[in-house]
Nanobody, 116 residues
Framework: QVQLVESGGGLVQPGGSLRLSCTASGLSFSNFAMSWYRQAPGKERELVASISGTGGITNYADSISGRFTISRDNAKNTVYLQMNSLKPEETAVYYC?????????WGQGTQVTVSS
């Protein structure tokens, strides 16, 4: 049984930072590309960042503009999203997704609220 468990969300002031983690179990982690998505109230889920199985290739949404960094530790079956200079409009539920071997798996999400 595959499980993805996100953590690290919370309340942060505008301009602040958070680091999200997503730990996977039940899959061969290094065979899966990992992504972070987010969904704000009333909006569609959107891709934030992705990373290949080896970690050698990363991609980011244009709106991130160098403020976020995705990374992974295959020994810990964990992917991270370091978020800096957060903006109020980035308040959303953040989800991790694993893609590989013809399958997709989603975590349950972690709430990030950017507010003063």
């Amino acid at each position: 049984q595959v499980q993805l468990v996100e953590s690290g969300g919370g309340l942060v002031q505008p301009g602040g930072s958070l680091r999200l983690s997503c730990t996977a179990s039940g899959l061969s982690f290094s065979n899966f590309a990992m992504s972070w998505y987010r969904q704000a109230p009333g909006k569609e889920r959107e891709l934030v960042a992705s990373i290949s199985g080896t970690g050698g290739i990363t991609n980011y949404a244009d709106s991130i503009s160098g403020r976020f960094t995705i990374s992974r530790d295959n020994a810990k079956n964990t992917v991270y999203l370091q978020m800096n200079s957060l903006k109020p409009e980035e308040t959303a539920v953040y989800y991790c997704r694993a893609r590989g071997l013809g399958h997709y798996y989603w975590g349950q999400g972690t709430q990030v609220t950017v507010s003063s």
